[in-house]
């Protein structure tokens, strides 16, 4: 049995019932699937997820289609069904047309005024099709109860991305929801030791938005002014780049800050990085765990975040990284981090533990392939 794979109930028992045996055939929507353009956690993980899944099962992917024309055709190693909109209409009438075992919908719905009505209707297009929600981001706001437990009578599983998702959903849906932690192929992140004698580098990674904080973030080591330390941001423009041209305004004349847009190298870039810094205001709207997160921490990189769901649900304070609460706790971070080899080191290695024993990918796509399995009836 590989690693991170679940134990039957059946214990020791060699055999292995026909049902267990066959390659399930699942359909998984999502609305992001590359090679759309837009880069994106939740899009990453559905990425990571589906390539696993492919391996173990017959999958097909159903995403949105908005391609660029010269990407119109592109094959992946597995069936990809490109639906337009309205999305969740279109993508489950496709779905129900490929005569799956289970449909899984990865959903990156924020709210949960629109997940009942929306799972509403999926439930009668499928009929009795056993039906997966697959809650990859979280919600913006408080969910209200009586909302999830209405959208939760439509589905057989709800698979919940990060410890505040499971929380808002086991009163409501009891044992339906289940928690699995988004992953990735470790094998793309080697931990690699930084050289000594060089300047601290500090890393962003994301979006130029206001819920990511990056302002909050430039703003702290303006204020620090540490002489043997560097900042690098690279991500992608959002909301007509309004927060990065702002930025790009405070630091003429200084030295030591870099906007790097979206690397080529970045796996190159975040390995040069001594640590990351995620200063996020709020969890809405993205992926469980952020993405950024995971990967810092499967690069063996320290995470300094806020203390959001969507953070606070990976990082361990002074274990793999440090959470903080305010402006002034977040330069504090950063100073002691830049100062400390120490205590770098250790959060080093509780990064790269943590993503050994909770991000891999196979292992977790296993379990989710054992949940599809458990909404079959017998």
Known sequence: MKKGSFISESGDNPLISMHESKKLRIVYITK????????????????????????????????????????????????????????AVKAVLAAKKERPDVVVFGSGISSSFWLAPTLFFMRLALGSTPFVLHQLTEFNGKALPGLLQAGSQFVDKIVCANNSLYKYFSKPAGNKAVLLLPGLDLSQFPVRENKKGKKIRIGFFGHFHYVKGPD???????????????????????????????????????????????????????????????????????????????????????????????????????????????????????????????????????????????????????????????????
């Open 32 to 87: 992001n699937f590359p090679p759309l353009p837009r880069i994106s956690g939740t899009q990453k993980y559905a990425t990571y997820l589906c390539v696993e899944l492919n391996k173990i099962s017959d999958l097909t992917v159903i995403a949105l289609d908005n391609l660029p024309m010269d990407q119109k055709g592109k094959q992946t190693e597995f069936k990809t069904i490109r639906a337009g909109q309205p999305f």
């Open 216 to 378: 909050r973030l430039l703003r702290a080591f303006k204020q620090l002014q540490l002489p043997n330390a560097e900042l690098v941001f690279s991500g992608i423009d959002y909301e007509d780049g309004a927060m990065l041209k702002q930025m790009q305004q405070q630091i003429k004349g200084m030295h030591g800050i870099a906007f790097l847009g979206t690397s080529e190298n970045y796996l190159q870039l975040l390995q040069s990085c001594d640590f990351v810094v995620l200063p996020f205001r709020a969890s809405g709207s993205v992926l469980g765990v952020s993405m950024a997160a995971i990967e810092a921490m499967a690069a063996g990189k320290p995470v300094i975040g806020s203390n959001v769901s969507v953070l606070n649900s990976i990082i361990e304070h002074k274990r793999n990284g440090l959470v903080v609460e305010s402006d002034q706790q977040l330069a504090d971070a950063i100073k002691l981090l830049s100062t400390d080899s120490k205590l770098r080191w250790r959060l080093s290695q509780g990064a790269r533990k943590t993503a050994e024993e909770k991000f891999d990918i196979a292992g977790s796509s296993e379990k989710f392939l054992q949940i599809c399995r458990q909404t079959i009836k017998k």
